[in-house]
């Protein structure tokens, strides 16, 4: 219910810049897919965005990767840290590396369940030709 009213956050049509830290909360997938929502704010351009130790899982991270599709993000930032990302998760999140405007990309994923799979697909990131 949390994540579901923040999301309303996407109807502030002058919003550039969102800090949100959600750290340490009962946040578990659910709440991660109405987070996405925030993906509909015309002008957010930067977005910080903690998650950690959160209940967030592979679900959770492949509902994050729908922020690709915010019109004018060019910055992002996902703190991950001991959550419940695993190999699914990194690999959804690899596809941010089609988000058309995004040009730096902050992805902490410390302390999860990642292995050889998800490393193997969050090194195609350096593919992206506008992230720096």
């Given at each position: 219910a949390v994540a579901q009213a923040l999301a309303a956050v996407k109807e502030a049509v002058n919003l550039h810049t969102l800090h949100l830290n959600l750290e340490s909360t009962s946040l578990e997938d659910a709440g991660a897919k109405a987070l996405a929502a925030i993906k509909e704010a015309p002008k957010l351009q930067t977005l910080h965005l903690n998650l950690t130790g959160t209940n967030l899982?592979?679900?959770?991270?492949?509902?994050?990767?729908?922020?690709?599709?915010?019109?004018?993000?060019?910055?992002?930032?996902?703190?991950?840290?001991?959550?419940?990302?695993?190999?699914?998760?990194?690999?959804?999140?690899?596809?941010?590396?089609?988000?058309?405007?995004?040009?730096?990309?902050?992805?902490?994923?410390?302390?999860?369940?990642?292995?050889?799979?998800?490393?193997?697909?969050?090194a195609a990131l350096k593919e992206a030709p506008k992230l720096h």
């Open positions: 899982g592979d679900s959770g991270a492949q509902a994050l990767v729908s922020l690709k599709e915010a019109p004018s993000l060019h910055t992002l930032h996902l703190h991950l840290l001991r959550t419940k990302v695993g190999d699914a998760g990194a690999e959804a999140l690899a596809a941010l590396k089609e988000a058309p405007k995004l040009h730096t990309l902050h992805l902490d994923l410390s302390y999860n369940s990642i292995k050889d799979a998800g490393a193997q697909a969050l």
